[in-house]
Each structure stands twice: as structure tokens, then as C-alpha cells.
């Protein structure tokens, strides 16, 4: 039986066997799921297939979120993206847009893949969809990439928390960057420790982000930190790629965002009674007609 309950033990499952982090996952969906690679791999690719769609159809046919607050953001990247005038490389500028989009799904009330959460769920197909673009990289590549990243959410899932009600945004969107950052590493032919370096990174750098949205919507500033989530896990997968060591282990690190994130005010935890929420402006916008 393939498990693991932790980093350490996930890594030692990867030298054990000579695998990389997403063949783990996929043995362990096959062993706990009783069901077939076969079986297994086709599932992933309904999850690339959805993550696709909403990543790309808000380039062509933007919607309005139910809360009136986000709509058309994509479009407007990739218009400015395509001027040649974007000041950000091609895949971060390709990534940031297509987490736009996918938020902008989501709080239009289409179908999204939830990586972790719906709050966060532009982060993972932002990165990886843009990687696969700038190096002409297979569907079966990113599908590897996906169970890597579905290994560091299962992690956060058992050992902390991917709730901002409980964890506030470190928990979604920093372990959805967490995710994104480590499928990013192993995509482009990093080793199963650099990959959970690369994860250990983003939540150290993304410690204590708050859950603050206005009026209680996962829309703003849930969209624009998605892209700051893309980012974050771009510069965290180059930084393990180059062989720069991340001092504190995933493991450690996971348990240190659980704990600064039960130590958040509830106020800052999806509450939507302090920060952005609390601000005149973000007041206003709770009154907003919806047009």
C-alpha cells in the first residue's frame, strides 16, 4: 500500500522506489481508491480539461461575478499582453492572466477545479497552463504536474488547514502557490526534494496573509492574489531549480502557517469584518447595485 502522512515520508517513498512525486500520488490513488492507473489517469484529465476551458473562455467571453465586484480582468490582460507592452516575462504575464480567468469562472458560478479551494483555484492551472505553453509541454506532462500538486494539498489537508475561516489566506492561496510551485519544480525536471523546497518557500513567503473579502464574497481581493500566488510560486520554483536550499523543511513549515493561522483574529479570517472588508471604500462596494 502506497500512503504517506507527511513531507519526510513522501520523500522517502520517492528515494525508495526511484519516483518522483507525482508517480507517489498516482500509486496511492490507484492502492487507496482500488481502481486502475487507467482509471486513475483519466480522471486527471477531465481535471485538465475543466481547469482549460476556464482558464481560456473568459479571454474570449468575459463574465460578471454574482457580487458585481470582479468581471473582464482576463480580457484586459491579455489584451495588454498581446500589445507587447506587459512588463512581466511571457509566462508570468500568461500565468497572472489565466488565474484571473479562472476566478472570474468561479465567481460567475461556472465550473472550476477547486486547487485547493475555490478562493484560490487560479493559482495551480495559472502556472502550469502558461508553463506548458512557453515550452510547448504535453497534457500527460501537466497531468504529472497535477499530482504533484495534488500530493502538497493533501499534506496541507491532513497536517494544517486549507480553510480561510481558519487559517485565513496563507491557507488557500498560499498553499495553492505551495501546490503550483512544487508541480511547477518537477514539470520542469526538478528532484522530489527541490519540489517540496520550492513549497516550503511559498508559505514561508506567504506567512500570515490574511482572509479579508469585501462583503463576504470570494472575489475581491481573492482574484488579484491569485496572481500574487502565481508569482510567488514562479519565483520560489526558479529559486529550488537553481539549487538555492530552502533552510526549513515543508513539514516544519506547513505546521508554522497552521499556528500563525490560528493565531490570526477572527476578524481576518473570512469574516469580512477587518482589512480590505473594513476599508470606506470596500464598505461601499458591499452596497453596490449589481448591474
Known amino acids: 500500500m502506497t500512503d504517506f502522512k507527511n513531507a519526510a515520508e513522501l520523500l522517502e517513498l520517492c528515494r525508495q522506489h526511484d519516483w518522483q512525486i507525482s508517480h507517489v500520488m498516482k500509486q496511492r490513488e490507484c492502492d487507496l481508491g482500488e481502481v486502475t492507473m487507467d482509471q486513475v489517469l483519466a480522471r ?11 482558464a481560456f473562455t473568459p479571454l474570449k467571453t468575459p ?13 484586459q490582460l491579455r489584451l495588454h499582453l498581446d500589445s507587447g507592452q506587459h512588463i512581466c516575462g511571457a509566462v508570468l504575464s500568461r500565468g497572472i492572466t489565466y ?27 495559472g502556472l502550469l497552463l502558461s508553463l506548458q505553453e512557453e515550452y510547448r ?27 480561510g475561516a481558519v487559517g485565513g489566506c496563507q491557507a488557500e492561496v498560499g498553499v495553492a502557490a505551495a501546490m503550483a510551485a512544487s508541480a511547477a519544480v518537477e514539470l520542469m525536471g526538478g ?12 508559505l514561508m513567503n506567504m506567512l500570515g496573509l490574511v482572509c479579508d473579502p469585501i462583503g463576504g464574497l470570494v472575489e475581491y481581493p481573492c482574484q488579484s492574489r491569485n496572481t500574487a500566488g ?6 520560489a520554483a526558479e529559486m529550488a531549480l ?11 513549515m506547513l505546521h508554522t502557517m497552521y499556528q500563525v493561522g490560528r493565531r490570526i483574529p477572527y476578524e481576518l479570517r473570512e469574516t469580512a469584518l477587518g482589512g480590505c472588508a473594513a476599508t470606506p471604500s470596500g464598505c461601499r462596494l458591499c452596497h453596490k447595485e449589481i448591474t
Open 230 to 235: 502565481v508569482a510567488t510560486a514562479l519565483t
Open 44 to 54: 486527471m484529465a477531465r481535471v485538465l480539461e475543466i481547469m482549460k476551458e476556464a
Open 99 to 125: 488565474a484571473c480567468a479562472v476566478l472570474e469562472v468561479n465567481t460567475s458560478m461556472g465550473v472550476i477545479v477547486a486547487a485547493p479551494t475555490a478562493g484560490s483555484s487560479g493559482v495551480v492551472p
Open 191 to 202: 528532484a522530489p526534494a527541490q519540489c517540496l523546497d520550492a513549497a516550503s518557500t511559498v
Open 137 to 163: 509541454l504535453s497534457d500527460s506532462q501537466v497531468m504529472d504536474a497535477l499530482f504533484n500538486a495534488g500530493a502538497i494539498g493533501y499534506l496541507a489537508m491532513r497536517n494544517a488547514t486549507v480553510a
Open 63 to 75: 463574465a460578471r461575478s454574482m457580487g458585481g465586484l470582479i468581471g473582464g480582468e482576463a480580457r
Open 242 to 252: 537553481s539549487g538555492v536550499p530552502q533552510l526549513i523543511p515543508f513539514d516544519e
